[in-house]
């Protein structure tokens, strides 16, 4: 619910005038501009399906992998099939997994059709020490981007926000 609300994406070189190069924004519930109503709103509506009908949720990178735009390359199509009829065949429920710094997600160390050193997010980067500054400054922009909304989120979604330390 909690990423649902940050509607985290990328602008793109030819989707907006300027943009050479891909640049981070959020959009609440990957469309701000078409809610009439608070974006808790539609989050507590979605939490309450995903509950009902006991449903995984996937957060699934099509970005960046192995460093920083102009270092790493754009995730290989072949892996993000891979990735999501791995999901979609229950193949990801029977695999052990990690979990990412900051952000609180886990991620499968296996997968069919996809190398281990993709699927856990700092082993793909060569510079660790890049991938901790970067993975902490994306950590703080979730929670400033959040900041906004967080005064009608309920503890369920606020409990999900990344450990990170804003710092202006």
């Not at 886990?106 to 996809?114: A, E, I, M, R, W």
């Not at 991938?131 to 906004?148: G, M, W």
Request: glycine share 8%; charged share 20%.
């Amino acid at each position: 619910m909690y990423h649902f609300i940050s509607g985290y994406t990328a602008k793109v070189a030819g989707t907006e005038m300027g943009i050479t190069e891909p640049t981070l924004t959020f959009s609440a519930c990957f469309g701000k501009v078409f809610l009439p109503l608070h974006p808790t709103q539609y989050a507590e509506l979605l939490g309450e399906k995903l509950k009902k009908h006991n449903v995984n949720v996937w957060l699934l990178n099509t970005g960046w992998v192995g460093g920083k735009y102009g270092v790493g390359s754009r995730i290989k199509l072949s892996y993000t099939r891979s990735l999501i009829t791995a999901a979609l065949n229950g193949e990801l429920d029977k695999v052990e997994y990690g979990s990412t710094p900051f952000f609180k997600l886990n991620f499968p160390k296996s997968c069919t059709g996809v190398p281990a050193e993709i699927l856990e997010p700092k082993n793909a980067w060569k510079d660790k020490d890049a991938f901790t500054q970067t993975a902490q400054s994306l950590a703080n922009s979730f929670v400033k981007n959040f900041e906004q909304y967080a005064s009608a989120a309920n503890a369920e979604i606020l409990a999900a926000a990344p450990q990170a330390e804003v710092t202006a």
